[in-house]
């Protein structure tokens, strides 16, 4: 499993978590927590710490499910063969953009970055084009019908309180 999804691994979440990250602290020495010696400084901190921890054990979670059940990667060179619908997937259709976007928060609030921060704003705001205009339609076109009945009782982005997986449900707010 590791080999297959080592260079994905590398290529899409790396660079998105770490490389861009550094470049954009490169130059700059990162205020750990914004000043840990504060209440606020150490709440940053341990809440960033917190988000980094969510998002890496998230996104582990959805890969292992891309790999397992999914029998795929999260490339989409090396798409999975059959839709994956269990798990965090029952309640958002793209827990591993969320799990993504956890980290590079926590790791704005860790580091007090604004520039990682922003990266985390552009990152949501490019896949969000990117799903609607490309990933979706091509997820239809691959799993037809079973996709789109998934695509209407799941939302995009911000799962809806008390509603449990494919089946009929109130629509999030963002797809």
């Known amino acids: 499993m590791i080999a297959r999804h080592g260079l994905a691994i590398v290529l899409l979440p790396g660079t998105v978590t770490l490389v861009v990250p550094a470049l954009l602290l490169a ?36 890969l292992r499910l ?20 269990v798990g965090p997937y029952r309640h958002v259709r793209n827990p591993m953009i969320s799990a993504v976007l956890a980290i590079l928060l926590g790791e704005a609030a860790l580091l007090g970055s604004v520039g990682i921060l922003i990266w985390a704003g552009a990152f949501l705001a490019v ?18 019908d079973e996709y789109r009945d998934y695509k209407r009782s799941v939302p995009r982005w911000i799962p809806v309180p008390g509603a449990d ?11």
């Not at 490309?134 to 799993?143: A, I, K, T, Y």
């Not at 997986?165 to 797809?175: N, T």
């Open 27 to 62: 130059g700059d020495a990162p205020e750990l927590g914004a000043g840990l010696a504060t209440p606020w400084g150490s709440i940053a901190g341990a809440l960033g710490a917190g988000l980094i921890a969510a998002g890496i054990g998230l996104w582990g979670w959805t």
């Open 127 to 144: 896949n969000h084009i990117y799903f609607v205009a490309v990933e979706e339609p091509g997820l239809e076109r691959r799993f037809g």
């Open 165 to 175: 997986g494919p089946g009929p449900r109130r629509r999030g707010p963002l797809g």
């Open 66 to 85: 891309f790999a397992t059940r999914g029998r795929g990667t999260l490339a989409p060179w090396d798409p999975t063969q059959r839709l994956v619908v």
